[in-house]
């Protein structure tokens, strides 16, 4: 999967995607529609559901992927991530989905200002 395809992806599903790297780990941005003063963890979970979505159409061989959350095209509010076998944790169904967001939520950097 190239870096158009999965940009046109997750921007199915709402995202304002600024850049992607589809490398491992996946590099990406995303321009927050809520610039408030915490991550949305919705907009979190749409992208997740991007990469849930390719993973089981086998479009993408699940990785890790680093997230930066823009306020703002050149504000950066906070990171997050998810590891490769989070995902494949949850497509097995050996993590419940309450236990992959709480992984997930738990990597956003709180410091990131």
Known sequence: MDESELEEELRN???DVHDVEAVDPIELSYVTAYPGEEVNHMEMGRVLNGFLDLA???E???ARVDATVLRFEDEVMNT????AEWFEGLL???LSETEFSTRVLETLDEDGE
């Open 13 to 15: 599903f709402g995202i």
């Open 56 to 58: 089981r159409d086998d």
């Open 60 to 62: 993408w061989d699940p």
């Open 80 to 83: 997050w991530y998810a590891k």
């Open 92 to 94: 097995q169904y050996r």
